[in-house]
């Protein structure tokens, strides 16, 4: 099967919806959604403020989705900076917007604004993670196909993105002769540019008329509710199709196919977008070699065609990645440039970073350790080739300079759990962190329990059960040992093994009647 240029895989399972996006047949982004853990990012609800922490601001809100979601004053009052990131436009509200915004007093007490058990609405800005709850806001925005709702701001701007000067004049003339209530604000996207202008009237009074709708479920209940919720996985990957110019999408569910079919069709006549039904026996993640690429994201290890490599450490603080040599060129001792094998080797390595990053979909504070090399010039080709492949993220990222120490800093933001937190769970052995005692260290602790059992023992045979591969290790040296040190003791020692324990685990047995023993 031929890979489109920009394409866009749907898989679709009884519990999961995966979607892929490649260009030239290579994975750039991944979205893993489970029935269980839909995402809440955009909807709205009516809440309840559970408690205020006065010293820093800020608000536990009650939206009964699991953990109380995080409000911060600077998401109750009205930020048109804020607005300028999250939409990346330039408001043009005129004079009397202007003047209204600096009468607002610039200081306020959260304790002013909310009170416990007040009721709220809000918007999930940013997913839960872990034990952290959403991220919400009440400077609430409704999106549509070309305009986006602020029902609390009266700011009305155009995207950045519509650089023609023509298309910007003629949008910022009509969203502000649009028939709707001055107090509200609207945003063209970049898809208006294409869009009539009855097209354009049309949806801002459906716009209009869902804020009416959230507006009368928020005064008709009295707990906290779900008002709206934002367009599911499906809606979002034909929409992103359309807006970034896909050329296909394909779909394994047939009912899923039908659906973006559907959804296509509203907008078709915008472009040419290929929707096709999968119909092959080889599952669709597996014939794209999707399935090779998450199985790749999900390792700590990344090889680099060079032979360099990349490790990957997550902590709860940040992220850090580490640049390797390797196999590559300079490890195997060839004449040449070493100063260049570097850099291609950090080329290569800040590549499959930008890759990475996006796929695993790793949040917060990075630092990426690179190889470090000695001419400035050189640490500029490296930081820029990382800027340039990170143009494409979905998610807004700050790279800074690159250190003395070859140390590069950045932030990407953190918008739905990471591909691990979605797929893995700690291991119950090690808790994350990834290490287990060593076969010496848990002989040396057999040891220890063995002396102690000796101490306070009434049978004369005892059975020490352990994992093969620990058994394995006491055959050599250990086990000798352990038996001359009972036999002193008038105790036999038996040795048995269960590969169901954990490799740092052992049990002892009485012989013949094998009750348990414990080392008290």
């Not at 839960?128 to 925005?141: C, D, F, H, Q, W």
């Not at 080329?347 to 990075?366: F, P, S, Y």
């Not at 093969?468 to 250990?478: K, N, V």
Request: aromatic fraction near 6%.
């Amino acid at each position: 099967m031929r890979g489109e240029k920009q394409e866009i895989l749907l898989n679709v399972e009884s519990k999961e919806t995966r979607c892929a996006f490649l260009k030239y047949g290579k994975l750039k982004d991944l979205i893993v959604e489970r029935r269980t853990e839909r995402q809440l990012t955009g909807n709205i609800y009516r809440g309840k403020v559970k408690n205020i922490l006065a010293n820093i601001q800020s608000a536990f809100i009650d939206i009964h989705e699991g953990e109380n979601g995080f409000i911060h004053i600077s998401d109750i009052l009205e930020n048109t900076k804020k607005f300028e990131q999250l939409f990346d436009m330039d408001f043009d509200s005129g004079q009397e917007a202007l003047i209204k915004e600096r009468k607002q007093p610039q200081t306020q007490e959260i304790t002013q604004i909310l009170s416990p058990d007040q009721a709220v609405l809000v918007q999930v800005v940013k997913e839960p993670i872990g034990s952290k709850g959403a991220r919400l806001t009440s400077n609430v925005s409704i999106a549509g196909r070309y305009l986006v709702l602020l029902p609390n701001s009266s700011h009305r701007g155009v995207s950045r993105k519509i650089e023609d000067r023509s298309s910007r004049d003629r949008l910022k003339q009509l969203i502000h002769a649009f028939e709707m209530p001055q107090d509200m604000g609207l945003i063209c996207r970049t898809a208006s540019a294409e869009a009539s202008k009855e097209l354009l009237i049309e949806e801002a009074h459906e716009l209009l008329q869902r804020w009416n709708t959230i507006m009368d479920g928020f005064k008709k209940s009295t707990e906290p509710t779900l008002l709206y919720a934002e367009s599911d996985l499906i809606k979002r990957a034909v929409l992103t199709a359309m807006d970034k110019k896909y050329d296909r999408i394909l779909v394994d569910d047939y009912a899923t196919y039908q659906k973006c079919k559907r959804l296509y069709g509203r907008h078709g006549q915008e472009q040419s977008i290929k929707i096709e039904f999968y119909k092959e026996k080889t599952p669709l993640f597996e014939k794209m070699q999707v399935e090779r690429e998450i199985e790749k994201a999900l390792r700590r290890k990344i090889w680099l065609p060079s032979g360099g490599y990349l490790y990957f450490d997550p902590t709860e603080a940040m992220c850090t990645i580490d640049v390797n040599s390797g196999r590559g060129q300079l490890a195997k001792g060839e004449k040449g440039d070493v100063e260049e094998a570097l850099v291609r080797i950090n080329l290569e390595a800040a590549e499959e970073i930008a890759t990475q990053l996006i796929v695993r979909n790793i949040g917060g504070i990075v630092i990426c350790d690179f190889i470090d090399m000695k001419l400035k010039k050189n640490q500029r080709r490296v930081l820029e080739k990382l800027r340039e492949c990170m143009k494409d993220d979905p998610a807004k990222c700050t790279i800074l300079g690159m250190s003395e120490f070859g140390l590069i800093e950045l932030t990407r933001q953190r918008n739905r759990p990471s591909l691990q937190q979605t797929l893995c769970v700690n291991c119950p052995y090690c808790t994350g962190s990834g290490m287990i005692r060593s076969h010496e260290t848990v002989s040396i602790e057999l040891e220890r329990a063995i002396k102690k059992l000796l101490a306070n023992l009434s049978v004369k045979q005892v059975r020490a059960v352990v994992h093969p591969e620990l058994h394995r290790y006491l055959e050599q040296i250990d086990k000798p040992h352990l038996r001359k040190m009972t036999e002193e003791a008038g105790v036999v020692l038996e040795f048995g093994v269960d590969d169901t324990l954990h490799l740092n685990d052992f049990r002892f047995f009485s012989l013949p009647d094998l009750d348990s023993l414990e080392c008290s």
